[in-house]
C-alpha cells in the first residue's frame, strides 16, 4: 500500500470533509506515526500534533498559524545519546525535518516542528 492509499484509507476512517475549520490533527499526527515513528523508535518516542488555535499563546503575542509538531527523542544525560555530538545532532535534525516533509508533502501545511528530550520512552 503506497502512502497515498494509506491517507487515503485514514481520511475515510476519520470521517474527514474538506472544510479549511477541519483540525487535521489527528489525521497528521496518525501519518507521521505511520511514516517516522515506525521507523526511528530507537530514537524516537512520541509524536504529539497541536492545532493552532490550541497552541499556547503569551500575553502581547500573536496568534500562531501553523500546527505544532512535538517530537519526543531520547536524549540527555544518562542516555545513549549522550553526549550530543555532531552526529546525535544531526540525527535530531533529520527526524525534525523529515517530520516537516511529511506534513509539508501530503498537506501542504508548513509546520512548526519541536523536538523535547526525554530519557526514557516510558517517560512520556
Known amino acids: 500500500m503506497n502512502l497515498q492509499e494509506q491517507i487515503s484509507r485514514i481520511k475515510s476512517m476519520m470521517d474527514l470533509n474538506e472544510s479549511e475549520s477541519k483540525d487535521l490533527s489527528k489525521l497528521i499526527k496518525k501519518i507521521l506515526e505511520i511514516n517516522l515513528l515506525a521507523y526511528h523508535k530507537n530514537v524516537l518516542c512520541k509524536v504529539e500534533v497541536i492545532h493552532p488555535d490550541n497552541r499556547e499563546v503569551l500575553e502581547g503575542q500573536k496568534k500562531y498559524d501553523h500546527y505544532g509538531v512535538y517530537l519526543y527523542v ?38 512548526d516542528v519541536y523536538r523535547k528530550m526525554i530519557k526514557k520512552c516510558e517517560d512520556n
Open 74 to 111: 531520547i536524549g540527555g544525560y544518562g542516555t545513549e545519546y549522550f553526549p550530543q555530538t555532531m552526529a546525535v545532532h544531526d540525527m535530531y535534525e533529520y527526524l525534525m525535518n523529515k517530520a516537516w516533509d511529511i506534513v509539508y508533502d501530503n498537506f501542504v501545511l508548513p509546520t
